[in-house]
């Protein structure tokens, strides 16, 4: 990805990122907080891939917010696209290329919580990778052994929870578990989700998750609930539920992420 890196260091004018953040389906309202130094489509950035997911705006956007050096991708590539649990090593590693340090990760989830209906946001204290898959099967080097006992960084997460307190944002915590999708879950998948200790359930941000932990990165992450699990409501899932609900708890999310990184720059 060095064309990429070289390319977005030229246009990027000496602004050096400490945040990458990657926003899930109906969270690309925290761009318009953004003091904007570089927009730019993934199609025009070598290398990187397009996602044809509706929701997803497939761009890189790159500024300050609340101050702070920040660049964002604005969508996501998912597993079930291109049947690649690597479909994201790209640009992380071009992310890392570019100064970031620090990941947060988004995503809009189900909920198997009673106690956190659509509308929620959720920290990820922890996932089940139920899918099995790895984005680093085929990895040579001894890289490939990722510790995940602390995946998600404790630091990064008191400073979210301090954000949320001190915006007055209600912020739950929990396990999220990785389905590959694109299909949603059964309700009997639901109750073994629920049996098996998970919180929420979702297509995406494990296999980011892994490879923020490879690339060196400190990473945390956070659900949008759009949605009760198959089987806890009685109705059908869809994705248009998920693009409607995902902006209700998108913009609670973008109030604790902006107290978030203002507070916690160094």
């Known amino acids: 990805m060095n064309e990429a890196i070289d390319l977005l260091v030229e246009k990027l004018d000496g602004l050096v990122p400490r945040y990458g953040i990657v926003l899930g389906s109906g969270l690309g309202s925290l761009v318009d907080a953004v003091d904007v130094t570089l927009r730019i489509s993934y199609s025009k950035i070598p290398g990187f891939p397009v996602s044809a997911v509706t929701g997803h705006a497939g761009e890189l956007v790159a500024g300050r917010l609340n101050g702070v050096p920040i660049i964002m991708l604005s969508g996501r590539i998912h597993y079930y696209e291109k049947a690649d649990p690597q479909a994201m090593r790209g640009p992380l590693e071009v992310l890392k290329g570019l100064g970031v340090q620090r990941l947060i990760l988004t995503n809009s989830a189900g909920s198997l919580r009673e106690d956190m209906p659509p509308g929620s946001v959720m920290r990820l204290s922890d996932h089940i990778n139920f899918s099995g898959l790895n984005p680093l ?50 309700p009997a998948e639901i109750r073994m989700a629920r049996i098996m200790g998970a919180d929420a359930v979702g297509m995406s941000t494990v296999p980011e998750v892994i490879l923020g932990r490879f690339l060196g990165l400190r990473v945390i992450a956070a659900s949008v609930i759009t949605n009760f699990g198959a089987g806890m409501t009685g109705g059908e899932l869809s994705h248009q539920e998920t693009k409607d609900m995902a902006p209700i708890g998108g913009a609670r999310l973008a109030t604790i992420l902006k107290e978030m990184i203002a507070s916690g720059a160094v």
Do not use: C, H
């Open 137 to 186: 099967i085929g990895e040579e080097s001894d890289g490939r052994f990722v510790g995940l006992t602390n995946a998600y960084d404790s630091e990064l997460a008191a400073q979210m929870k301090a954000a949320a307190e001190k915006t007055g944002t209600p912020l739950s915590e929990g396990v999220y578990m990785w389905f590959s999708g694109p299909s949603f879950e059964t």
